[in-house]
């Protein structure tokens, strides 16, 4: 018997969409849980293609986005998502945030955003909400939730469990737990 069908630690890939959060009509509700990626997206064939660097573009019409892209607790789902912004009005409220001493690192503080409207008519509002402590619980879902984010520009499902993860800002609640006990 020593050959076994799948690898260790295998598991399906999540479904198209799944691990990502999306805005809905109304509030949106989470806290950033990883430093951001940032880079350049185009839509090829139907398919996203993301870069590091900005590109010449396959289609002089539709220039590569801006995106940024982090993992973040989404609320509402009570689930580590990646959080994926073309949106400039969301990129540029969250780096300001970063910028002024009140707000500083959104590790600290959850984010509402509010979606009004739908398709090319929508707006959205971002507000940050107080600041409060994380519940151990949602940074052990961080822990369980291996996500490589870099996987994104290789065009990788960055969900695969393999060597390298997005490393997390808060230390694991079972290392603080075990520090206070020593």
């Not at 290789?154 to 393999?162: A, H, I, S």
Request: a neutral charge; hydrophobic letters at 35%.
């Amino acid at each position: 018997m020593g050959f076994d069908f799948l690898p260790a630690g295998y598991s399906l890939p999540q479904k198209a969409g799944e691990g990502y959060m999306k805005f809905v009509e109304g509030d949106n509700r989470f806290r950033i849980m990883s430093s951001p990626i940032f880079g350049f997206e185009e839509w090829v064939d139907k398919k996203p293609m993301r870069y590091r660097e900005a590109r010449k573009t396959s289609d002089p019409a539709f220039p590569p986005k801006n995106f940024m892209a982090m993992i973040v607790w989404n609320v509402a789902l009570e689930k580590i998502q990646i959080l994926h912004l073309t949106q400039m009005s969301i990129q540029r409220s969250i780096v300001e945030l970063c910028k002024t001493p009140e707000w500083g690192s959104p590790f600290n503080y959850d984010i509402k955003v509010t979606r009004k409207g739908k398709d090319k008519d929508t707006e959205y509002l971002l507000s940050p909400l107080p600041h409060r402590e994380l519940h151990p619980y949602v940074i052990e879902q961080f822990y369980e939730t291996p996500i490589w984010l870099p996987a994104i520009y290789d065009g990788l499902d960055p969900f695969f469990k393999g060597p390298k993860c997005t490393p997390c800002p808060f230390p694991h609640p079972k290392e603080v737990a075990h520090a206070f006990s020593v």
